[in-house]
């Protein structure tokens, strides 16, 4: 089951010679990709100092949407880097956490940037919208137990 991602901020930087020229690359490819553009409100801003981007000019800041899985921003990811002859470093960033890819995409570097980004969702906190409005000290202090005979 794949856990979606919804409301997470994630920026996007590349670290490479000609990074404005890959950024504004991966951009169009991520717009081109039907789950990033469904899915994703996309738009390029600046960097943030000491967002790990190493010189880049431009980052690309992606607010994941409703139905939007973390792996399909690593596959979309993942297939940029491999259409490209020589597949420059990128780093995602999401509430805190970031994640650099260098080398291979392989199926344990789309694990890795997936665990990232789940890992950052769970800090972000719900929306007060959606779950209705709560009173201070009515926050439920664990996991539901099941009713009996419930699956």
Known sequence: ???RMDGLRVEIG?????????????????RQDPDVRDHAELNLGPPRAGDG??????????????????????????????ARPAAPAITLTANGTSITVRG???????????????SASAE???????????RPGSEP???????????
């Open 53 to 82: 981007t190493m010189g880049a000019v431009e980052v690309i800041d992606l607010v994941l949407g409703q139905g939007f899985a973390a792996v399909n921003l690593a596959l979309a990811c993942a297939a940029w880097r491999a």
């Open 141 to 151: 202090e664990g996991e539901p137990e099941a009713a009996p005979g419930s699956a």
């Open 14 to 30: 590349v670290a490479a010679d000609d990074a404005d020229l890959a950024i504004l690359d991966l951009y169009r490819w991520l």
């Open 1 to 3: 089951m794949e856990e």
């Open 104 to 118: 291979n995409c392989d199926d344990a570097t789309l694990q890795r940037i997936v665990a990232a980004l789940h």
């Open 124 to 134: 972000v906190p719900p929306s007060p919208d959606a779950a209705g409005p709560r």
